[in-house]
């Protein structure tokens, strides 16, 4: 590491980059600009590295995209020496891969952990950022980088009486480090997002009684997670750079089946055939099968009958099967489900469906969960209710640019980004995975090492060519937020009440901010926008540090 006298800037005490957050982006950040030689510092909120995975320790916790393709592309080494138990790695083997990169590469001794940044603040005389922490220091530093992730910040539960229940209460996002036991207790499950359905699968064959809280229901798929063999681990580790290479090349930065087929290029035969295929394959198979699903409404309602057929074909009760089947939204502009078993959880006699929207929950009392029709009584109620998606934790401290120009004000309509890494009006400010991304509807891992690519790439230049300050052109910025805008209108996605579109969230701005292009053209765009001594940018040059 550089030594800090070293520092461009001049002074000790400046630092190069702070990093923010120690998820799966903070962590490939951190890797990244220490190899530069940069004087780095990295906050963690939690008391160890794993961002959604330290946090997320719910019953049933498990990735839904291929553990294979959800982890880092950029050690070698790590690829290597690292083996995946199964298709889909629950959260305890998530964390121990997570503990083997940081150990591996030597990652921990740069964060300070338990500590969060309360406000960052451009300041124009000396062309550096003052960043603030809870434990009262002010930190100044050439460059922020905010790996904070887009769902980092768990939604207090907007249910009259929160916090009043005597019994056993958890929220999904906190959940303790000691083991919960539910055998022969009363169990509400309050959510039945990609939470909540894992949270059921697993709660209900252990609870004594478990109710659950369904209010939208949700598609959700087969995942038919499998232990991978030795000889299919040896052949993915030495096709590893064919893998990448193909991921990113793809829509959805992932090695998912994808289609050029569209809808109504094939028969009504081949049509249920294909879906069928997709269903036995498991995973998110299903999205793959025609290339127009998410824009061509006729083919999105042939797949959600589908989807609904195979609901009651596995509920037993076909009053509880109609009550689960999702109806009035599209199929996957809500976020898709993969579960193990969810249904057949409903087929035990000691698991109770109870529909909040015929039934609505009312309050929750000290002894339990008040609906319409009378009280529930819990031992332990577990809030699988969303997040403050995309934007909670760059608005949850005061971020201030140029002139005092503050991110929130900026973003009260909604967020307005450069590819959803840089904000004009505010210099030498980057996001990892930020809100106007290919985010939540691409592979995350594929997103932050592309981003960090692209800072990385904006600081050596700017150290290359001794300038000070950059930020996106206000047209470049205007020009990206236009795209989104078009690709937006062009899909379904943003036909159903969810996290996607801020719709979870009172009082938030509504929206399809995501950059609904894929992946591959995300990729594109940050690479032309790199081009030419990076000519989306605006510069200034280089000065002297002010005294302060
Ligand atoms: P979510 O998808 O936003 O679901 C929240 C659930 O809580 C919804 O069913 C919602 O119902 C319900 N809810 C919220 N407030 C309520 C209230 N006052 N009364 C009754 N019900 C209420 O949140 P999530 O399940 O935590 O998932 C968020 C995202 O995290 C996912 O979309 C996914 O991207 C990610 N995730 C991924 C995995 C994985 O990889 N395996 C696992 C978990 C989460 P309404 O829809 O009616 O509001």
């Given at each position: 590491m550089k030594d800090l006298e070293a520092s461009p800037r001049g002074a000790a005490d400046v630092l190069d980059v702070i990093v923010v957050g120690g998820g799966f982006g903070g962590m490939c950040a951190t890797y990244t600009f220490r190899e530069m030689g940069l004087n780095i510092q990295c906050f963690e909120?939690?008391?160890?590295?794993?961002g959604v995975w330290f946090w997320n320790r719910y019953p049933g916790a498990r990735v839904d995209l291929p553990s294979i393709d959800y982890s880092f592309s950029f050690a070698p080494e790590i690829e290597q020496e690292w083996t995946w138990s199964e298709e889909f790695a629950a959260q305890p083997e998530l964390l121990k891969y997570i503990d083997f990169v940081a150990t591996r590469l030597d990652l921990r001794k740069h964060f300070r952990f338990n500590t969060r940044i309360t406000g960052a603040r451009w300041d124009e005389a000396s062309g550096l950022w003052h960043v603030s922490t809870d434990k009262g220091d002010t930190l100044r530093t050439r460059y922020c980088v905010m790996?904070?992730?887009?769902?980092?910040v768990q939604k207090t539960p907007d249910i009259a009486g929160y916090g009043r229940f005597k019994g056993e209460s958890y929220l999904s996002g906190s959940w303790p480090h000691e083991p919960v036991s539910y055998a022969g207790k009363r169990v509400g499950i309050i959510g039945v997002g990609s939470t909540g359905i894992q949270c059921v699968q697993e709660v209900g064959r252990q609870a004594g009684e478990l109710f659950v809280f369904q209010r939208t229901p949700s598609f959700t798929m087969p995942m038919r997670n499998q232990k991978l063999s030795a000889d299919y681990v040896a052949d993915v580790k030495r096709n590893y750079a064919g893998l990448r290479a193909a991921a990113r090349a793809s829509t959805v930065g992932g090695l998912r089946p994808q289609s050029s087929r569209a809808f109504y290029s094939v028969t009504p035969q081949t049509r249920r055939q294909l879906l069928e295929d997709a269903w036995k394959l498991g995973g998110l198979c299903i999205l793959g099968t025609f290339s127009d699903l998410m824009t061509n409404q006729e083919a999105n309602d042939y797949v959600a009958d589908f989807l609904r057929e195979k609901i009651s074909d596995v509920v037993k009760d076909p009053v509880t099967a109609e009550k689960l089947k999702p109806r009035g939204y599209p199929v996957f502009a809500r976020r898709a489900c993969l579960d193990t078993g969810y249904y057949e959880t409903y087929n035990l006699p000691n698991v109770h469906l109870m529909d909040c929207l015929e039934d609505p929950i009312l309050e929750i009392t000290e002894k339990g969960i008040r609906l319409e029709s009378g009280e529930v009584e819990l031992d332990m109620i577990i809030f699988a209710t969303g997040y403050d998606g995309l934007t909670g934790a760059l608005m949850a401290f005061d971020v201030q640019g140029r002139d005092g120009l503050r991110l929130k004000d900026k973003w009260q309509e909604g967020p307005r980004s450069f590819l959803g890494v840089a904000v004009a009006g505010f210099p030498n400010f980057f996001m990892t995975?930020?809100?106007?991304?290919p985010s939540a509807l691409a592979n995350i891992i594929r997103i932050n090492e592309n981003d960090v690519a692209l800072i990385a790439r904006a600081i050596r230049h700017m150290d290359e060519n001794g300038l000070t300050a950059m930020e996106p052109r206000q047209e470049a910025e205007d020009a990206w937020m236009e795209a989104i805008r078009a690709a937006a209108g062009r899909?379904?996605?943003?036909?159903a009440k969810t996290w996607y579109v801020g719709a979870n969230v009172q009082g938030k701005s509504q929206g399809l901010t995501m950059f609904t292009g894929g992946f591959a053209k995300y990729a594109e765009a940050c690479e032309d926008a790199a081009k030419d001594g990076f000519h989306a940018f605006r510069f200034e040059p280089a000065r002297a540090l002010a005294a302060e």
């Amino acid at each position: 590491m550089k030594d800090l006298e070293a520092s461009p800037r001049g002074a000790a005490d400046v630092l190069d980059v702070i990093v923010v957050g120690g998820g799966f982006g903070g962590m490939c950040a951190t890797y990244t600009f220490r190899e530069m030689g940069l004087n780095i510092q990295c906050f963690e909120a939690g008391s160890d590295l794993g961002g959604v995975w330290f946090w997320n320790r719910y019953p049933g916790a498990r990735v839904d995209l291929p553990s294979i393709d959800y982890s880092f592309s950029f050690a070698p080494e790590i690829e290597q020496e690292w083996t995946w138990s199964e298709e889909f790695a629950a959260q305890p083997e998530l964390l121990k891969y997570i503990d083997f990169v940081a150990t591996r590469l030597d990652l921990r001794k740069h964060f300070r952990f338990n500590t969060r940044i309360t406000g960052a603040r451009w300041d124009e005389a000396s062309g550096l950022w003052h960043v603030s922490t809870d434990k009262g220091d002010t930190l100044r530093t050439r460059y922020c980088v905010m790996a904070t992730g887009p769902l980092s910040v768990q939604k207090t539960p907007d249910i009259a009486g929160y916090g009043r229940f005597k019994g056993e209460s958890y929220l999904s996002g906190s959940w303790p480090h000691e083991p919960v036991s539910y055998a022969g207790k009363r169990v509400g499950i309050i959510g039945v997002g990609s939470t909540g359905i894992q949270c059921v699968q697993e709660v209900g064959r252990q609870a004594g009684e478990l109710f659950v809280f369904q209010r939208t229901p949700s598609f959700t798929m087969p995942m038919r997670n499998q232990k991978l063999s030795a000889d299919y681990v040896a052949d993915v580790k030495r096709n590893y750079a064919g893998l990448r290479a193909a991921a990113r090349a793809s829509t959805v930065g992932g090695l998912r089946p994808q289609s050029s087929r569209a809808f109504y290029s094939v028969t009504p035969q081949t049509r249920r055939q294909l879906l069928e295929d997709a269903w036995k394959l498991g995973g998110l198979c299903i999205l793959g099968t025609f290339s127009d699903l998410m824009t061509n409404q006729e083919a999105n309602d042939y797949v959600a009958d589908f989807l609904r057929e195979k609901i009651s074909d596995v509920v037993k009760d076909p009053v509880t099967a109609e009550k689960l089947k999702p109806r009035g939204y599209p199929v996957f502009a809500r976020r898709a489900c993969l579960d193990t078993g969810y249904y057949e959880t409903y087929n035990l006699p000691n698991v109770h469906l109870m529909d909040c929207l015929e039934d609505p929950i009312l309050e929750i009392t000290e002894k339990g969960i008040r609906l319409e029709s009378g009280e529930v009584e819990l031992d332990m109620i577990i809030f699988a209710t969303g997040y403050d998606g995309l934007t909670g934790a760059l608005m949850a401290f005061d971020v201030q640019g140029r002139d005092g120009l503050r991110l929130k004000d900026k973003w009260q309509e909604g967020p307005r980004s450069f590819l959803g890494v840089a904000v004009a009006g505010f210099p030498n400010f980057f996001m990892t995975v930020g809100p106007n991304g290919p985010s939540a509807l691409a592979n995350i891992i594929r997103i932050n090492e592309n981003d960090v690519a692209l800072i990385a790439r904006a600081i050596r230049h700017m150290d290359e060519n001794g300038l000070t300050a950059m930020e996106p052109r206000q047209e470049a910025e205007d020009a990206w937020m236009e795209a989104i805008r078009a690709a937006a209108g062009r899909t379904l996605l943003s036909k159903a009440k969810t996290w996607y579109v801020g719709a979870n969230v009172q009082g938030k701005s509504q929206g399809l901010t995501m950059f609904t292009g894929g992946f591959a053209k995300y990729a594109e765009a940050c690479e032309d926008a790199a081009k030419d001594g990076f000519h989306a940018f605006r510069f200034e040059p280089a000065r002297a540090l002010a005294a302060e």
